[in-house]
């Protein structure tokens, strides 16, 4: 089942996400291309520090820690509309890709695991 949550939750959120990048962030926001640029800087930051999934894992086990991270993800997404300014989508940014980061980190591995 938490393979098919994965499956199914992961590139759900993150094209809902990126729909709204492309349509929210304009109109709403009004970002313009430096703004948009800063976003997606800030997006990357947390794939840079995923090798800290290791030291979390020393804590949780795999399976716990990826259902933390659909939530981390899923939360990130969900709460985006209501953050209509600039830091507000930037934090909720910041957690969406915590999230994502997290579960590619684990993904091939769960997935390994239950084969």
Not at 49 to 60: D, E, H, V
């Amino acid at each position: 089942m938490l393979l098919l949550a994965m499956a199914f939750v992961m590139p759900l959120a993150f094209s809902v996400w990126n729909a709204l990048l492309n349509n929210f962030v304009i109109d709403k926001v009004q970002f313009s291309g430096a703004e948009i640029s800063i976003l997606q800087s800030i997006r990357e930051v947390p794939g840079f520090l995923s090798f800290t999934a290791i030291f979390i894992m020393l804590i949780l086990k795999e399976q716990i820690f990826v259902l933390i991270s659909l939530a981390l993800m899923s939360i990130g997404v969900a709460i985006i509309g209501w953050f209509p300014f600039e830091i507000g989508l930037y934090c909720t940014t910041v957690l969406m890709s915590i999230g994502f980061h997290y579960i590619e980190t684990v993904n091939q591995s769960l997935s390994l695991q239950w084969r």
